[in-house]
């Protein structure tokens, strides 16, 4: 039987630019007086345009492992390079679309959008055409002087998408970004997510509990393990795509994941 | 379908209608009670004048000629001298209150730095400010403005420092992620996001304001609506009196409206999510 799913090694010869770089990754939380190892000894390398899909349960550190590729707060120990440069802060070469809704309430979907790309030195014509471009790649141009407070859970993640990808990141880090969302609106969103990639194929490290929502989106899977949190196992998805939910290879993946998961 | 639309079309003017006349009900309530209470001598016109009488002395307070009577024609000059107290007193008190709310809210030591000290005089009644004001300050319009601005300070301070404090912090995570610098972050995350808290320290101060004028014009200045009520009161002028409560009632209303709408003209987050 051919099989799509093999383990690989991290790739020695890559052909193209790695974009993101973790070695010996750790992180400690004090608690209590105690200490608590959420991360352990994390490796990754993310090639240039790939989407990498971090699958595990709740509480394994995947978000916090997120938070840490972000810089929202410091790692214990190990080196983090994106495109070479040491993380400390955050900033735009990251951009991180949340699981909870973070858009500025008191923005329109426009201004939302168009937030990141203010100050930056740009024309008045170049700004808008540019925000107009971004608004019509997630589908919202109807929607433009909307508020947040009077859009759909879909169509916010939509302008939450936007929003970061107008800035051009190295990165793009989403933490369970369409976990609160209904069956059909996930679909429909991965779908979205897929073809703007396809199109400005940026390096997606996407973080999922999700197993059919990894097997639909990555080109590799990293299975994190619970206490400490570490990289359990590296999958390679080779399903072309688009990838269809019902065919057997997709199962078969899904099922292997899903034993993975429950060791 | 189309009869279905008017309808709902109708029902929803009619409530709109309703609506319209929802606030007015109880100062409607209030004055036939007031009225009826009046006529059948229940109460006995020198405790409280009859409203018709209230509205000819307030009539005459307000249009009439300089002159014509003790107290005709006196509103604009006590309105004007009313106005500025407050307006200084508040204007004080939002450029202290504010920023110093702000800061506290998100920086822990100056949060604690203040806290102690600002909430110890909170506990102090404005009214036994007014003693030492007047030995400070005479008797005059700094008195008025000091305690104005004092009072007012208390509610917008703590206000500004709750919204600050509450502010989602993933919307302070957001913007840092998208390269925005603590000054931007400031004016355009911090304040908009802590917005419905500062809007209702703001409101409060201003109420507040209205009553401590009255306190700081119980001092025997000249001129001033809080000034005229003391005054109307050593010569027996009931009718003043609550015309004097009526103006303050209604201006204070005015001002809290006038407040909120110039909030929202200037602001998109007073206009949005407030």
Not at chain 1, 157 to 172: G, N, T
Not at chain 1, 251 to 259: A, G, I, V
Not at chain 2, 180 to 200: D, K, S, W
Request: with cysteine.
């Amino acid at each position: 039987m051919k099989t799509h799913l093999k383990a690989v090694p991290a790739p020695r010869h890559g052909r193209k630019q790695s974009i993101l770089e973790i070695s010996g990754l750790r992180k400690v939380f004090e608690v209590n007086g105690s200490f608590h190892t959420v991360l352990e000894d994390i490796n990754l390398r993310a090639e240039g345009g790939e989407l990498i899909c971090i699958l595990g349960r709740s509480g394994c550190g995947k978000s916090t492992l997120l938070k840490i590729l972000a810089g929202f707060i410091p790692s214990s120990s190990g080196a983090l390079h994106v495109k070479g440069k040491p993380v400390i802060h955050p900033g735009s070469d990251r951009c991180v679309v949340f699981q909870e809704d973070a858009l500025f309430p008191w923005l329109t979907v426009r201004e939302n959008i168009a937030f990141g790309l203010k100050g930056k030195g740009m024309g008045k014509k170049a700004f808008k055409k540019e925000v107009d471009r971004y608004l019509s790649l997630v589908g919202l141009s109807e929607f433009e002087n909307y508020v947040p407070g009077d859009i759909s859970g879909g169509m916010k993640q939509r302008v939450a998408l936007a929003r970061v990808l107008i800035l051009k990141p190295e990165v793009l880090l989403m933490d369970e970004p369409f976990v609160s969302l209904d069956a059909q609106t996930r679909e429909e969103m991965q779908n979205l997510l897929l073809s703007i990639w396809s199109v400005l194929a940026h390096t997606i490290i996407f973080v999922t509990h999700d197993v059919n929502e990894a097997v639909t989106l990555a080109d590799r899977i990293l299975i994190m393990g619970n206490d400490p949190g570490r990289i359990k196992e590296e999958i390679r998805i080779g399903l072309p795509r688009p990838r269809k939910r019902e065919t057997r290879e997709f199962l078969e993946l899904s099922r292997r994941l899903h034993e993975y998961l429950r060791d | 379908m189309k009869k279905e639309s008017w309808a709902m079309q109708d029902a929803s003017t009619q409530k709109r209608g309703f609506n319209a006349f929802l606030p007015y009900i109880i100062p409607a309530a209030f004055l036939i009670i007031w009225m009826l209470v009046s006529e059948s001598g229940l109460i006995p016109n020198y405790l409280l004048p009859h409203p018709l009488e209230i509205g000819k002395t307030g009539y005459a307070y307000i249009f009439g000629k300089q002159g014509e009577a003790p107290y005709a024609g006196r509103f604009l000059s006590d309105a004007g001298a009313s106005l500025v107290r407050v307006g200084m007193g508040f204007a004080a008190a939002v450029v202290l209150g504010l920023p110093l709310g702000i800061v506290s809210g998100r920086l822990s030591r100056v949060q604690k730095f203040f806290s102690t000290t600002i909430n110890a005089l909170r506990a102090v009644p404005g009214i036994t400010w007014l003693p030492l004001a007047m030995v400070w300050f005479g008797i005059g319009i700094k008195t008025t403005v000091f305690l104005v601005g004092l009072a007012a300070f208390f509610p917008i301070y703590l206000n500004a420092a709750a919204g600050a404090t509450q502010v989602n912090p993933l919307l302070l995570q957001a913007g840092a992620m998208m390269g925005v610098r603590r000054i931007r972050g400031t004016f355009a995350i911090l304040l908009p996001g802590a917005m419905p808290h500062i809007m209702t320290g703001l409101r409060l101060g201003l109420g507040v304001s209205w009553a401590y004028l009255v306190l700081g014009e119980l001092t025997g200045v000249p001129n001033g609506l809080g000034a005229v009520i003391m005054d109307a009161r050593m010569l027996g002028r009931i009718d003043i009196i609550v015309v004097g409560i009526i103006i303050i009632a209604v201006i204070g209303r005015f001002s809290d409206q006038l407040l909120q709408a110039s909030m929202r003209f200037c602001f998109k987050s007073a206009r949005r999510i407030c």
